[in-house]
């Protein structure tokens, strides 16, 4: 059975710009509920970490810098059909392809600074959730 749980991160370009209470309106009137948040400074390893399924990707060392480039708003959101229906609010990676209407089509600024990341699996979205929060720190 699909979990009805996703992580998601509102990235360094998206704070930057001002842009966190848009994202979260359009997350909220979507239907997702959080269930956990926090607005933290990733480090390095924390960033080679997080997304070291990339490592071997020419962009890897592109995106560790920009994730550490400033602060980032963390969250796990849940709704049903939680994984799937986040990555469809949140569109394509390069917003020039994203769909109207969807988050990054209104607020990336490029396909790097893409203004948000959400899970592509409910096993990546348990993990991600994890790294990030402890269960206490999770709303029941
Ligand atoms: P995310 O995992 O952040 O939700 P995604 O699943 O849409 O994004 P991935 O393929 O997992 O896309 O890539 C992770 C991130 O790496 C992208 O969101 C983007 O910030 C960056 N990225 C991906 N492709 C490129 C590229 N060709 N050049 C530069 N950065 C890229
Ligand atoms: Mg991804």
Do not use: Q, W
Not at 45 to 59: G, I, L, M, N, Q
Not at 74 to 98: H, Q, S, Y
Not at 126 to 137: K, V, W
């Amino acid at each position: 059975m699909a979990s009805n749980r996703t992580f998601t991160m509102i990235k360094p370009d998206a704070v930057e710009a001002n842009h966190i209470g848009h994202i979260l309106a359009m997350i909220t009137d979507a239907g997702f509920t959080i269930k956990a948040m926090k607005f933290t400074h990733l480090s390095r390893k924390d960033a080679e970490t997080f997304y070291a399924v990339h490592k071997e990707r020419p962009f890897f060392g592109e995106l560790v810098d920009y994730m550490i480039s400033g602060p980032v708003v963390a969250a796990i959101l849940e709704k049903d059909n939680a994984v799937a229906d986040f990555r469809n609010l949140i569109g394509a990676t390069d917003p020039a392809e994203a769909a109207e209407g969807t988050v990054r089509k209104k607020y990336a600024e490029s396909k790097a600074k893409n203004a948000v990341h959400g899970s592509d699996s409910d096993d990546n979205a348990a993990i991600e959730s994890g790294f990030h929060f402890s269960e206490r720190e999770i709303v029941g």
